[in-house]
């Protein structure tokens, strides 16, 4: 078995197992609380430019399938994990874990103890960190301080699609979205809903989505920071002067924000799991949700906001998880109603958003 070594920013660093790419990576390292869904999670292009720690210390074990992927290939930087199974169920169906990776050029490190590098970086933050195949050596810890922080990180442009597509009924309400990273589960919920959803590249101008003649418009989930795509805020500011329906998730939901004079802020080390509590301060109702992010808006400037609302919050540390508008057709949500993996609680998102849009047809002149 071929070692491994995992370095931090901070100078921490551990020996293990080599079970992925072979070479040196790095990226800012992040750690996720689900005890299922791996083939969902690795492929959530959200994770673009991460070392991803799964909490879980044994993963692996069912291997990974297709029609679990949420992107075309794996999109973490790296794996960091207690033990990863060499063997798996569902044979014929599905890849093993490790092999998959190393298909993907993808590396990997077991035999670490995952429960005191999350303490670390829960009590320090994320930070860059860099996994090799190669012994630990000044060169190595250069590149690694020279790495920069993703503060400032434009990146959905690495994971968007590279040209418009459309896909559900060619007669539903017409959906344009806009794809920062887009995982295939969102436009998922909107086909199985009737739409007819235009998928447009990230940089995509507004008279460039007008052509599509859209109902509504999603701005999805993606990578990076979001004070870094003033491109994307600008569409957005022009989608909201349509006055049509708006739903923003995560990235998207960041993205707004700031197209609407709400700035945002990096965590210490985010929100990533499938059991994160969320109210709702309209009804009242609790969900579990889904959620993979690392950036936040200012709650006390959303609060203080003329036009906007308050609508969900994070029941574990009070932050913001989703805002309305108080006048028009428009809500952001930070966490991920799609799930996949997580819980159901929140599909009923997808289904306000399309009544939203329909109403908005019935009434259009």
């Not at 109702?285 to 992010?293: D, V």
């Not at 109603?337 to 306000?352: M, R, V």
Request: with cysteine; aromatic share 8%; net charge neutral.
């Amino acid at each position: 078995m071929k070692k491994a070594y995992l370095l931090l920013a901070d100078g921490w660093q551990a020996e293990g197992i080599s079970v992925g790419a072979e070479g040196t990576y790095i990226g800012e390292i992040v750690f996720h609380t689900a005890l299922t869904g791996y083939p969902e999670i690795f492929t959530d292009p959200s994770y673009y430019g991460q070392i991803l720690i799964m909490t879980l210390p044994h993963i692996g074990n069912y291997g990974t399938a297709a029609e679990e992927w949420q992107h075309e290939k794996p999109t973490i930087q790296g794996l960091v994990a207690r033990h990863i199974s060499s063997f798996f169920s569902r044979p014929g169906r599905a890849v093993g874990l490790p092999e998959y990776l190393r298909m993907h050029n993808i590396p990997a490190i077991a035999g670490i103890d995952t429960r005191a590098l999350v303490r670390r970086i829960r009590q320090r933050g994320a930070q860059n960190a860099l996994i090799s195949t190669n012994p630990p050596t000044e060169e190595l810890r250069a590149q690694l301080a020279a790495y920069p922080p993703m503060n400032g990180q434009e990146l959905a442009s690495q994971v968007t699609t590279p040209k418009p597509y459309v896909l559900g009924d060619a007669n539903g309400p017409r959906i344009a979205l806009l794809d920062f990273g887009v995982k295939k589960a969102i436009i998922d919920h909107l086909v199985q809903r009737g739409a007819c959803v235009g998928v447009f590249p990230a940089s995509t101008s507004w008279r460039e989505l007008s052509v599509f003649e859209p109902s509504g418009f999603l701005l999805s989930n993606g990578p990076g920071d979001p004070a870094a795509m003033p491109y994307a805020v600008e569409t957005a500011r022009h989608i909201i002067e349509t006055r049509k329906p708006i739903l923003g998730i995560c990235l998207g939901h960041q993205i707004l924000s700031l197209a609407l004079h709400v700035p945002t802020y990096k965590l210490l080390y985010g929100h990533r799991g499938s059991n994160h509590p969320v109210k709702d301060l309209r009804t009242g109702k609790l969900s579990i949700t889904s959620q993979n992010h690392g950036f936040a808006i200012e709650k006390e400037v959303l609060k203080a906001h003329p036009d906007l609302l308050l609508s969900h919050i994070n029941l574990n540390d009070h932050t913001v998880e989703g805002f309305v508008h108080k006048y028009l057709p428009l809500q952001g949500v930070q966490y991920h109603p799609e799930a996949c993996p997580g819980p159901h609680d929140s599909h009923a998102i997808f289904d306000e958003f399309l009544e939203r849009v329909r109403a908005g047809l019935l009434i259009s002149p």
